[in-house]
């Protein structure tokens, strides 16, 4: 029994995580100018905005992001040359870089949220606002479970 509705879960997650970048791809498409951002983009801007530092290191953002300090260079590189991310030297170690949000990085973070926003509000219109709460407290139980595993 148990099985059959967490793979139920695992679907639907799934699904609404393929419905979520449908529909923020739609919005980019609508969106003038469009934000051209992909999720795991999106995931370091918001890693390097919401550290508690000035900016991250590589190897910050990779175990963020449970990736590999090549992938999330990849991703840092694309990033800077398209001009959301910045790297500056740390102020205490000049041979150490932080990665950093430029101005034009700030407003596309302030973008997609902005998106993101939107259709979470499109997404979960009708829901009652317990349900909606639940349903957050569900997650931050999965997001603390998964920590306890670590």
């Known amino acids: ?59 910050e953002i990779a175990e963020r ?14 990033l800077v040359r398209k001009g959301p991310l910045e790297r500056v030297p740390d102020e205490k170690d000049r041979r150490c870089v932080r990665i950093t949000l430029s101005k034009a990085g700030l407003e596309r973070h302030r973008r997609i949220s902005a998106s993101f926003e939107k259709l979470m509000n499109q997404l979960l219109e009708g829901v009652p606002s317990e349900n ?10 999965l997001i603390e479970a998964k920590k306890k595993m670590s």
């Open 1 to 59: 029994r148990f099985s059959m509705e967490y793979h139920d879960i695992w679907v639907k997650l799934i699904n609404v995580m393929d419905i979520m970048r449908e529909l923020h791809h739609k919005e980019n498409l609508e969106e003038r100018p469009p934000l051209h951002t992909t999720i795991a983009e999106a995931k370091v801007m918001h890693c390097v905005l919401f550290s508690k530092t000035n900016g991250c290191s590589v190897k």
């Open 65 to 78: 992001l449970g990736v590999t300090q090549g992938a999330a260079s990849q991703i840092i590189d694309k």
């Open 132 to 141: 909606v709460r639940i349903f957050v407290d569900v997650l931050d139980h």
